[in-house]
């Protein structure tokens, strides 16, 4: 948080959240420190490409206006209240487990689950649990609230009455869920949690039946109030969605098997969980992360008994290492089942068909599917028909939607230019996609973000040209013409021109629609756009950064791929 800001020779009071990039002057900074110094205020950077995260919209999500660049801190100073000594807390229980061997993907697992900190999970965990359908763990939310409050109200029921009075109880419970709660971040989530068992408490000891869908519309109305700004938080939007989905399936599904044996009935219990919570949050995860686990009931119901096991034993070392400085080796289960944990979801991970990938639906096929669920779940509790009429109707609404996607599709044809190096050229026509580029390899993140953009779309042909691998010039959309790096699209004529060649070639040039330009082009008191029809483009490999083709561009209507972005022309 800005509170003070130096400018126009006078200092001004300004509350504004701004993101400070820590890299240059490695500052070992705590939460509610104090800084002095000069930064530059610089706008997010919007996305490029199409389909690319849009890091100026997460920002903004969060409240956060500016990015500080270029910092040069002059001044810092430790502020040591609740916040900081809770962060040095935090510290303190994560070096306890270093010391006692708990390091690499185990650590930054067990971070997550218990603290909310999951900066330290690489990208391959993060895709392993995404796949097995079980990141929900990796999330500290209503299962891990429900664990402690679980765990430390069976310890309470020890004492008696005379010990333990239901009012000490109820305070003790309440503080020990908002002290789990402020360990691990207040995130939505958890503070949905939190919200929704302190309800729950508070009805229970003055003996009134509590109502679980007014305890959570109580709960979220509370946070939104709180900040409105985390209705956009997809932690939110899941939280609120799967915890809705059990309230409402669970009755409905749960009494479909009956199981004389308690271990297979705790089983199908958490099979209709899972579900339950799979089926409520199904539009947001196609939304946001385009592929569904197909082993999700499978990697629950192994999942979630270690997590809880885990959970357990990391509140008593927790315990005895605050308390006692000593973990009572408490670290070597929970090494055990952390390695457990990891490899049981590695395990589905691999496993054949795992997810369904490439997903992609719009922002207008996730609410006609969560009203189809919608109708479902009302058909469940009243038996009315019409809700079923209106399912089919929004299936068949959807399908047709798709349909004619399609043929739109296939109508289509078009020139493609991503932000994205080394440049590529994308030709599409009909249903399949060209994507030509000058190196050996394509970048790996480059590759997907095509793919996926292309995908999104319907393309369901992607050809990948590398031509230092010798791509044939006929290809199935483009033919590649021998002068210049010509290529020739339908009847459009497309150059990438690498030097100044071409601007010698006048009858050549008046004939070419788009002209790509490289950096390897001198382009001082060389060309006068104006006199040229065809559309100028400079590509990724001309950096963002360079102040001449910047301007160059601002006076000859250049397209500057790096600082404009994505372009796609629609060929007749």
């Not at 009071?13 to 420190?33: A, E, G, I, T, Y």
């Not at 309470?156 to 309440?174: D, E, G, T, Y």
């Not at 599904?253 to 199904?282: E, N, R």
């Not at 990697?299 to 308390?323: D, Q, R």
Request: net charge neutral.
């Amino acid at each position: 948080d800005i509170l003070f800001i130096y400018n126009d020779a006078k200092w001004q009071r300004n509350k504004l959240k701004v993101r400070m990039w820590n890299s240059k002057h490695q500052l070992d900074l705590q939460m509610d420190d104090y800084l002095y110094g000069r930064s530059i205020f610089t706008l997010p950077q919007l996305p490029l490409n199409p389909t690319q995260f849009n890091y100026a919209n997460y920002l903004e999500n969060q409240g956060i206006a500016y990015v500080l660049t270029k910092n040069t801190v002059l001044y810092h100073k430790r502020n040591y209240d609740f916040l900081s000594k809770l962060d040095l807390f935090r510290k303190h229980l994560v070096d306890g487990f270093i010391s006692k061997g708990i390091v690499g993907q185990e650590l930054s697992v067990l971070s997550a689950l218990i603290l909310g900190d999951k900066s330290g999970l690489d990208r391959e965990v993060r895709s392993n649990y995404a796949v097995a359908g079980v990141m929900h763990v990796l999330a500290v939310s209503g299962l891990h609230v429900g664990i402690v409050y679980l765990l430390l109200g069976q310890f309470l029921n020890l004492f008696s009455k005379k010990l333990m009075p239901a009012w000490l109880k109820l305070i003790v419970l309440i503080l020990s869920i908002w002290g789990f709660a402020a360990l691990t971040g207040f995130s939505p989530s958890v503070q949905r949690a939190a919200f929704m068992f302190s309800f729950i408490l508070v009805s229970e000891f003055k003996n009134r039946r509590s109502n679980i869908i007014n305890s959570i519309c109580g709960s979220a109305l509370l946070l939104i109030l709180i900040n409105p700004m985390v209705i956009f938080n997809i932690g939110f939007q899941l939280s609120y969605s799967a915890v809705i989905g059990i309230v409402l399936f669970y009755p409905k599904f749960y009494p479909l098997l009956y199981f004389k044996y308690k271990l297979m009935d705790k089983a199908w219990s958490l099979v209709v969980v899972s579900f339950s919570a799979q089926l409520a949050t199904l539009p947001i995860t196609l939304l946001y992360f385009h592929q569904f686990p197909t082993y999700f009931l499978v990697s629950n119901i192994l999942v979630i008994p270690l997590a809880f096991l885990i959970v357990f034993f990391s509140l008593i070392f927790s315990f005895t290492w605050v308390v006692f400085n000593h973990s009572m080796f408490i670290e070597f289960p929970l090494d055990l089942l952390l390695k457990g944990l990891n490899a049981t979801v590695e395990f589905v991970h691999g496993l054949p068909f795992s997810s369904i990938k490439d997903i992609w639906i719009h922002e207008i096929e996730s609410i006609v599917i969560l009203l189809i669920i919608f109708f479902v779940g009302h058909y469940l509790y009243f038996r009315r028909y019409f809700a079923i009429v209106c399912s089919l109707v929004l299936v068949v609404s959807c399908l047709t939607f798709e349909l004619v996607n399609e043929l739109t599709l296939f109508k289509k044809h078009s020139i493609r230019f991503y932000a994205v190096e080394p440049q590529c050229l994308v030709f599409t026509s009909s249903m399949n996609a060209e994507v030509i580029y000058n190196e050996d390899t394509l970048d790996g993140y480059a590759k997907e973000l095509i793919d996926g953009h292309l995908t999104s779309e319907g393309f369901n042909h992607i050809s990948w040209r590398s031509l230092k691998k010798n791509a044939p010039k006929q290809m199935a959309t483009v033919e590649r013409l021998d002068e210049l790096n010509l290529y020739a699209f339908r009847d459009w004529r497309i150059a990438q021109v690498t030097t100044n060649d071409l601007f010698n070639c006048t009858d050549l040039l008046h004939n070419i629609d788009v002209l790509l330009i490289s950096k390897g082009v001198f382009l001082e008191n060389t060309i006068d756009f104006d006199k040229i029809p065809a559309y100028p483009i400079f590509d990724s490999s001309i950096p963002k950064w360079s102040k001449f083709h910047e301007e160059f561009a601002l006076e000859q209507n250049v397209h500057f791929i790096n600082k404009k972005g994505y372009l796609e022309f629609t060929v007749d």
